[in-house]
């Protein structure tokens, strides 16, 4: 009814107005900033043209992968294993995987520091044991683990949700016509996963295209895209440099997740 | 058997990950409570790094606090209407204002801050107040909410609990008090539980819109990582883990069957 | 209670914003203290009209629905004092059966001595008293149905408004609860309005009952018009069992496919006749018989056993026996149907 409709909108008015006034015109403005420098609009087109963006770019887009891949195997195995067993000691185990969850990209950093850094538990085993010291923090190889430590847990709880709704009549059908644990594994699981493998994928991707606490807290000097435009944007005040290349980012990252919600959701479809 | 053997396997791997995950917490809180973590435990335990972090960077500790505390007032102000109307509007534009305003999350807080800047950083008095990285964190936080409060109600029968409620003559306010809010409790509270911890620990946008005045707790962290010592960033740490780890065994233990679906859910974004 | 309420409709119609018609212009005038039931399949309109008699829905515009003689048409339900019923019972799993059934009562800012006395009168009624404390999650279907009735009736409302109500129960409780519904209903003298797609429930509790089809009202009648005199083709299959036999009628033996029916009374145009089971009995043998068919399937009910027999018709004949005799597959019976039962559409 009328009346309703009037309400609802009044209702919805307080979070339209915060959003529009500090996030949409926001970016609308980063984006025209985007285009105001030296080089103009082409300031767009620079993460492809420039040579140094460019090479960020490849460099931020492997680690993502790199990341993306490493995450989905480790949490698939371990998220599939508990909630499929449940022994004494599951729930602590879980408990502990999850607990990072809350951990800022700063801490994280730290976190790797404390592995992999130059006072780190590597660095000592590895010293004790070669007589060599094995330090590798401050690199992409620190980024890297800072990432799948990021995104592990969340990982983990969405492979683990997914995998409490596989059927597991599908797994015994299967069984039942004589598939063994192997083929069960790839022909009932992996397909059931599937859609929670591409979202969550999509995740772990986006934030490590987007993330900037553990590359600030490892070293300024990884040559990772967020850390070019904090660099263009504070040293170098080219602020027109940095919100193109900011918005660029968050296009793209924006780009990756509505692509794989849409893959992930024709894939529900199919199955379902 | 086999299936033990694989059984063994899987568990060693999970316990391996654990180990990831957990010893550089534990090495990080022995750390800071060491009198030299070159040398080691032998060194002595100490509070003296706990101290010094208090006395250095007491008023991040506060202002973190004090921001995500305002924070949840405003998602929980702004963020349950909103999702009441997406519960009882399930229609594409619903679903698209939805879409909107998880845009936030997805777009690197970096990009947010840097946009946020350019419009309103001229406005020198909100530029340094710490209103200035209120308005990023609710952005950033907003959608958590929503979503937590909007599982709950999409999960009820809202729409007949309400017409029940007004044929018995309870009109808007009414029903909003008695029906709506008390069934989502659940939701708004894994909402707040959410909101808060996410607030405590946001850095990628507080590092562009916080002054010299305006220093959160992650701010101090990053400080302090890279100008001091091992022992006091790991003090420093320690504090953190003590203000967030009561915030995440709440948020586990009633809201954990929520809260896994809610990643799942935040992940199809 | 107060005065029963007389509902009239006029003109209602309505059409959702998507463009399907759910109700076409609907004119009904409903009696004080009357039950009426609304009965038909679902997309019937059926529960569109209840929502725009409770005040859920508005009419399209031109409709008005009056209470007592006064426009209500824009009033939205909370205003309305109507009690409903509804389906999934609504019941607020935020609050014990004691507050749900105060909750109308707590809205009207009645006293706390009086809500207290009113719900124990309420608890009583239903006879649930035992539940007071309960939370809703902790009751059976039939004991959330009777607590969303005294829920409704408590607050005195000017009519009882029923969607569907016995719908989600199994088939024993189903038959309980409307027995008690029936009687609650006498026993108020309220206005009902009751809405269902069983027509055995329509037929037990109505005083009238409004068949509706594809958003139009197919027949207002009595339990006993609708079942009897059917006014459409439709009605009759939708209202208990209907035989059809095709066929003709010459010097007052109607001929089908099954043989010869004589019938002194038969209109000379009739081409197909329509009756109930009752209507039809198993002859003692079939070689006496002028009408014949063959067993197609015989179910043993207990008092009687249900034939279904072909006649070389679309549909064979449901005939009902209570003869304490086998039926094979296949044997050939003997029928006779009574003309006093037989309709003609």
């Given at each position: ?272 | ?269 | ?27 009904l005038s409903i009696r004080e203290g009357e039950t009426i039931v609304f009965l038909g399949p679902s997309g019937c309109g059926k529960t569109t009209t209840l929502r725009i008699i409770a005040g859920l829905e508005e009419p399209d515009a031109g409709g008005k629905v009056l209470f007592d003689g006064e426009d209500v048409t824009t009033l939205p339900i909370e205003k309305r004092n109507v009690g409903m019923v509804f389906q999934s019972y609504a019941l607020f799993p935020n609050m014990s059966v004691a507050e749900n059934i105060g909750y109308g009562l707590k809205i009207r800012r009645e006293s706390q001595a009086a809500l207290r006395t009113r719900v124990s009168e309420m608890l009583g009624m239903m006879r649930i008293e035992a539940l007071a404390d309960r939370r809703i999650d ?208």
């Amino acid at each position: 009814m009328r009346r309703e409709t009037q309400r609802l909108i009044l209702l919805l008015l307080p979070a339209g107005i915060f959003f529009t006034g500090f996030f949409l015109i926001p970016m609308a403005d980063l984006f025209m900033i985007g285009g105001s420098g030296k080089t103009g609009w082409a300031a767009y087109a620079a993460i492809l043209t420039d040579r140094n963006y460019f090479n960020s770019l490849i460099s931020t887009l492997a680690v993502a992968a790199a990341t993306t891949v490493a995450t989905l195997i480790i949490s698939g195995i371990s998220g599939v294993f508990l909630q499929r067993h449940k022994f004494p000691g599951n729930a602590a185990l879980v408990a502990m995987l999850t607990f990072p969850l809350a951990f800022p990209g700063v801490v994280i950093g730290f976190m790797v520091i404390m592995l992999a850094g130059r006072q780190g538990l590597i660095g000592q085993i590895t010293q004790a044991v070669t007589g060599e010291k094995v330090v590798f923090a401050y690199s992409m190889a620190g980024l890297f683990m800072g990432y799948v430590y990021f995104s592990v847990p969340r990982t983990i709880l969405t492979v683990m949700a997914a995998a409490e709704k596989l059927d597991p009549k599908l797994e015994e059908a299967a069984r039942s016509l004589g598939a063994s644990p192997l083929r069960v594994v790839r022909d009932v699981i992996i397909p059931g996963l599937k859609p929670a493998f591409i979202s969550a994928g999509a995740i772990c991707f986006a934030t490590a295209v987007g993330a900037f606490g553990t590359a600030f807290t490892l070293a300024t000097r990884i040559n990772v895209l967020p850390m070019v435009i904090y660099t263009e944007f504070t040293l170098s005040a080219n602020i027109a440099m940095a919100a193109a290349l900011s918005f660029v980012l968050g296009a793209v990252t924006w780009i990756v997740l509505a692509l794989a919600r849409t893959a992930a959701g024709s894939t529900v479809a199919a199955a379902g | 058997m086999k299936n033990r053997w694989l059984f063994t396997l899987q568990l060693g791997f999970t316990l391996i990950v654990c180990a990831f995950l957990i010893v550089p917490v534990i090495l990080s809180i022995l750390a800071g409570l060491t009198v030299n973590y070159l040398v080691g435990l032998e060194s002595g335990l100490t509070l003296r790094w706990v101290f010094e972090v208090w006395d250095g960077y007491r008023d991040t500790i506060f202002l973190s606090i004090g921001l995500s505390l305002a924070c949840l007032a405003v998602t929980l102000v702004i963020g349950i209407p909103t999702a009441y109307v997406l519960a009882k509007r399930q229609t594409a534009l619903g679903r698209v204002i939805e879409e909107m305003l998880v845009m936030p999350v997805a777009v690197p807080g970096l990009a947010t801050a840097l946009a946020l800047i350019v419009t309103y950083g001229s406005l020198s008095g909100f530029r340094t107040s710490w209103a200035f990285i209120l308005v990023g964190h609710v952005l950033f936080t907003l959608p958590f909410m929503v979503r937590s409060v909007l599982a709950v109600l999409s999960a009820i029968d809202l729409k007949t609990l309400e017409e029940g409620a007004a044929s018995l003559g309870a009109g808007f306010i009414d029903r909003f008090r008695h029906i709506v809010l008390p069934n989502c409790r659940a939701g708004i509270l894994a909402g707040s539980l959410m909101v808060v911890t996410l607030s405590m620990g946001e850095f990628n946008m507080t590092w562009l819109l916080h002054t010299p005045f305006t220093k959160t707790l992650p701010v101090g962290l990053a400080d302090a990582y890279a100008s001091l010592r091992l022992e006091i960033g790991s003090a420093y740490t320690l504090v953190f883990f003590l203000m967030i780890v009561p915030l995440l065994l709440a948020l586990q233990a009633f809201a954990q069957p929520r809260l896994k679906k809610f990643v799942a859910e935040d992940d199809a974004t | 209670m107060n005065k029963p309420l007389s509902i009239t409709l006029e003109n209602c119609a309505k059409t959702f914003t998507d463009g399907t018609r759910a109700l076409e212009p609907l004119n009904l005038s409903i009696r004080e203290g009357e039950t009426i039931v609304f009965l038909g399949p679902s997309g019937c309109g059926k529960t569109t009209t209840l929502r725009i008699i409770a005040g859920l829905e508005e009419p399209d515009a031109g409709g008005k629905v009056l209470f007592d003689g006064e426009d209500v048409t824009t009033l939205p339900i909370e205003k309305r004092n109507v009690g409903m019923v509804f389906q999934s019972y609504a019941l607020f799993p935020n609050m014990s059966v004691a507050e749900n059934i105060g909750y109308g009562l707590k809205i009207r800012r009645e006293s706390q001595a009086a809500l207290r006395t009113r719900v124990s009168e309420m608890l009583g009624m239903m006879r649930i008293e035992a539940l007071a404390d309960r939370r809703i999650d902790q009751l059976s279907g039939g004991q959330r149905q009777r607590v969303a009735l005294a829920r409704a009736l408590a607050v005195r409302p000017r009519a009882l408004l029923l969607d569907e109500p016995l719908t989600a129960l199994d088939a024993k409780l189903r038959d309980t609860l409307r027995l008690e519904i029936d009687t609650l209903l006498r026993r108020l003298n309220i206005t009902a309005i009751y809405v269902t797609h069983d027509q055995s429930e329509a037929m037990a509790l109505g005083d009238r009952i409004v068949v509706m089809e594809h958003g139009r009202v197919a027949q207002i009648g009595s339990p006993r018009d609708i079942y009897q005199k059917p006014a459409t083709r439709f009605v009759a299959d939708f209202i208990g069992t209907m035989n059809r036999l095709n066929g003709a009628v010459r010097n007052g033996v109607f001929t089908c496919r099954a043989g010869d029916m004589p019938w002194a009374t038969a209109p000379a145009d009739a081409s197909e006749i329509l009756f109930r089971p009752e209507d039809i009995q198993v002859t003692e043998s079939a070689e006496g018989s002028t009408l014949r068919g063959t067993v197609a399937a015989a179910f043993y009910l207990g008092d009687r056993t249900r034939l279904f027999v072909e006649v070389g018709e679309k549909q064979p004949l449901v005939v009902e026996s209570a003869a304490r005799r086998d039926f094979s597959h296949g044997e050939t019976v003997g029928l006779a149907i009574d003309p006093r039962g037989v309709l003609i559409l």
